[in-house]
């Protein structure tokens, strides 16, 4: 979640829109999957990105966490990331030959790399990373086509209204100093956000926006 004042350094120093073409395609990484170790303190599941691994493995959230994936705190917010595994701290998704096991359904954040977001006047844009893909000579490609994502206004629309759910919450955290009650809190965030239900005719979007007004009331974001 960064803004523009975080940039310089890290990005080229332009920002793309999702018609966009940028040098960011590693041409299929070759075998390579430097960018899959030692990230579990980056790779911050968003409920959608979570619903995507349940419904793609067919099992229940639960059951990733502890396996494949771990809650961390940050800022008083307990979310699930990517748990790495071995001395190499790995992605626990790779699989034996170091390849992405649910790499059509993989979380945002991995769909992005080596691209960013940057989040301004409720809206975001896209940066490229340099230094932190390993590949060397890496080819045009239009955002869209790199990102892959179906249904991209809809993914959009969730990510803005979740990006500032989020922000609000953590504000809100601040000021929460009763370790009950942020444990009350981060539970509710987990069972109505991450163990979201979608009913059979439905979609997770239609069902996330359901959900989202008694939440922020109930969490006091409103």
Excluded at 22 to 43: E, P, S
Excluded at 181 to 190: A, D, P, Q, R, T
Aim: net charge negative; with cysteine.
């Amino acid at each position: 979640m960064r803004t523009l004042k975080t940039l310089e350094g890290i990005s080229d120093g332009k920002l793309y829109d999702i018609e966009d073409y940028v040098k960011a395609d590693t041409c299929g990484c070759n075998g390579c999957y430097t960018c899959c170790h030692r990230v579990g303190d980056l790779v911050e599941l968003t409920p959608f990105d979570a619903y995507e691994i349940v419904n793609h493995l067919k099992i229940s959230f639960d059951e990733l966490l502890g396996n494949k994936l771990a809650l961390q705190k940050n800022n008083k917010m307990m979310l699930p990331y990517l748990k790495m595994e071995g001395e190499t701290e790995h992605c626990s998704f790779l699989n034996e030959l170091g390849r992405c096991s649910i790499h059509g359904h993989r979380p945002n954040i991995c769909r992005l790399f080596p691209l960013g977001r940057v989040y301004e006047n409720d809206d975001f844009k896209y940066f490229l990373q340099v230094g932190t893909c390993v590949m060397p000579d890496l080819k045009e490609v239009k955002v869209r086509e790199w990102i892959g994502i179906v249904n991209y206004d809809e993914n959009k629309t969730f990510i803005l209204a979740w990006y500032k759910l989020l922000k609000a919450l953590r504000f809100r955290m601040k000021f929460v100093y009763d370790e009950a009650e942020l444990e009350e809190m981060n539970k509710y965030i987990l069972d109505t956000f991450y163990r979201i239900e979608v009913k059979e005719g439905e979609d997770f979007y239609t069902t996330f926006f359901k959900v989202l007004p008694e939440a922020k009331q109930r969490l006091g974001v409103i």
